[in-house]
């Protein structure tokens, strides 16, 4: 049998299968009947929730003594476990995604406007404050030309490059 619990490599914790196996073995000798003929039957489904718990305790039982190590602490357990080397986390950052939108100089959007990505799949994002829009901002712009004239020259500016249509 194999050894459980916290051994020299760490916890082993028992399988679901395994508990029921033990159980079907103590009850069929304690009884001198088989409890595997019928695993529909009333006590078959009783000992399968009652040992999906006690495997659920020994995941719970694994999850403490990882919470404990750096190596295999997640999330504020890990927090927890790197304050004694004098470490901390840093904290969260503002993400800034920028956005390229079509509309009128000098729009205000609000804080908490949502703007969805036309990626497949699409993303939404939504503004943590008010924003405006504006000239200065920007670093692109599409021109259309309404009407040639003969001889002109168009001409768009970006921050980066200047391009000649």
């Known amino acids: 049998m194999a050894n459980y619990g916290l051994t020299s490599k760490g916890p082993v914790i028992k399988r679901l299968d395994t508990i029921m196996e033990e159980f079907h073995d103590d009850l069929s000798s304690g009884w001198n009947v088989n409890t595997r003929l019928n695993p529909n039957s009333y006590l078959n489904v009783q000992m399968t929730a009652i040992a999906d718990k006690i495997a659920e305790l020994w995941e719970l039982g694994e999850h403490i003594y990882n919470a404990k190590y750096p190596w295999s602490a997640e999330g504020a357990n890990l927090d927890n476990a790197v304050q004694y080397g004098g470490i901390a986390r840093e904290g969260p950052q ?13 729009t205000a959007l609000p804080s908490g406007t949502r703007i969805r990505s036309d990626t497949n799949p699409a993303v939404e994002f939504v503004t943590r404050t008010q924003e405006i829009v504006s000239r200065s901002a920007f670093n692109r712009a599409g021109v259309r030309v309404a009407a040639l004239q003969e001889g002109a020259i168009y001409v768009t500016f970006s921050r980066n490059r200047r391009n000649i249509l």
């Open 94 to 106: 503002a993400t800034i995604y920028p956005m390229h939108t079509e509309c009128i100089d000098g």
